[in-house]
């Protein structure tokens, strides 16, 4: 086994080698033998062990029985105490995710805190056919079927390719101790039931069983590249950056969308990144009336028109009045602007403004419109109410949200900015007192 698991290394992980590794341990044979196959093929490890309390007495045994493990072949160990229960009940989830959650994200402070590359976990193949089971009893998409992956960012599962059976040949083959879990024989858990009860019965059947799913993986891998590669063409076709945030915020065309021969099935890839679950109503939302939306938990899907605007939801509410000083040069929030005096001409662009500092009251403001504001667009004649101007200039229910308002003291409208400057506060030309005000976008 450590041979194969060499050459294994060798050909997947070369990646590991010089490394500094924290190797995840519960005490059980799995984690036992990965910790002591990498300690003889002498890696730079570390172990990191979880006492979740779920198990009384047990569970101290395993956090006494992994430092002993760790302190005779002189390996720094990591050992943390949980209360998962009251984690679990706090944040509405089951506790085995509440557990998963809290080991991971322990795991992941202290590869920050100690410097290390990479995290390893001792599942194996049956757990990845466990798995596998348990998704198509939940009801999954491709995801879900093409198994634990190998590496997932700096967390690395070597021992998939062997079998339970092989991790515990080896183990009594080599004389190593292991704590054995009680509560892994207990069928309320369904991974337990799919392990005791569902699985012996389909190696019955098929004695290779693990062979013959291992290259279903394969084949299924192989078909969810092919997939990817497709669904990447087509969101390039779909998908538009928009607005101020074209990193995050994007213009689906719904008449490309509906060209697809089968647009839900097309969109759960598309969209599932931004955590969309309803795809049945994100179908229905392609026939909706414009300002009709769906919100994710990051995300919402707007209607707007002949599209679809997919914008980040922002999580802290956004201060929606800032000032802008007298004497103030440039400014980052909530957007950036620069200011200068003493320019030689000027120069026409729709994200520069002239003004006269002579019809300022300070400080200016900087707000979201509301209800009832107006202003004296240059190049028109009177007073046109913001709505108004909105809906001529077509603007999206997005681009409304989005849209800052530079105000005077007094809440008069100097520019929409980065669209039209109010004519009263226009200067034609340059003088002292003139002010250019420059919307920096990039």
Not at 4 to 23: A, V
Not at 259 to 267: E, G, I
């Amino acid at each position: 086994m450590q041979h194969k698991l060499e050459q294994h290394i060798s050909t997947n992980f070369p990646f590991l080698k010089e490394k500094k590794i924290l190797i995840a341990i519960s005490g059980g044979v799995d984690s036992v033998v990965l910790t002591q196959l990498f300690f003889d093929l002498k890696y730079d490890i570390s172990l990191a062990h979880c006492n979740f309390k779920l198990r009384d007495q047990e569970s101290e045994l395993d956090a006494l029985f992994v430092k002993d493990f760790a302190k005779k072949r002189s390996i720094t160990c990591f050992s943390k105490s949980f209360d998962t229960e009251k984690f679990a009940k706090e944040h509405k989830q089951s506790t085995q995710i509440a557990a998963r959650n809290l080991r991971y994200k322990w795991f992941q402070e202290l590869c920050l805190q100690n410097n290390f590359d990479f995290i390893l976990t001792a599942h194996h193949a049956d757990d990845n056919l466990e798995t596998f089971l348990i998704n198509l009893t939940r009801g999954s998409g491709l995801d879900g079927f093409t198994g634990i992956p190998k590496v997932h960012k700096n967390i690395v599962r070597p021992l998939l390719i062997f079998s339970r059976d092989e991790i515990l040949n080896f183990a009594m083959e080599n004389k190593i101790v292991w704590r054995e879990d009680q509560s892994n024989t207990s069928l309320k858990y369904t991974r337990n039931k799919i392990r005791h009860q569902v699985v012996p019965i389909l190696k019955e059947i098929n004695p290779s069983l693990l062979n013959s799913f291992s290259k279903t993986i394969e084949n299924l891998q192989g078909t969810q590249q092919v997939l990817a590669d497709q669904i990447q063409e087509i969101k390039s076709k779909i998908f538009r950056p928009f607005g101020t945030k074209a990193e995050e915020s994007f213009e689906l065309d719904i008449q490309e969308i509906t060209k697809l021969s089968n647009p839900k099935a097309y969109l759960f890839p598309l969209l599932r990144p931004y955590h969309f679950t309803e795809f049945n109503d994100i179908v229905d939302l392609l026939k909706a009336q414009s300002g009709k939306k769906i919100v994710s938990k990051t995300h919402q899907l707007l209607k707007n028109r002949t599209s679809l605007l997919l914008t980040k939801i922002d999580q802290k509410p956004t201060q929606q009045i800032y000032h802008l000083e007298e004497n103030a040069t440039a400014i980052t929030q909530p957007i950036s602007l620069h200011l200068k005096k003493g320019f030689e001409k000027i120069e026409k662009d729709k994200n520069t403004i002239y003004i006269s500092k002579e019809k300022l009251t300070f400080p200016l403001i900087i707000r979201k419109w509301k209800n009832g504001d107006s202003f004296y667009p240059v190049g028109m004649k009177g007073c046109k109410k913001l709505s108004k101007y909105f809906k001529d200039e077509k603007y999206s229910l997005l681009e409304k949200k989005e849209a800052w308002l530079l105000c005077n003291n007094n809440q008069e409208i100097i520019w929409i900015i980065g669209k039209r400057q109010d004519s009263r506060f226009y200067a034609s030309t340059v003088s002292e007192t003139t002010i250019q005000i420059n919307l920096n976008i990039e």
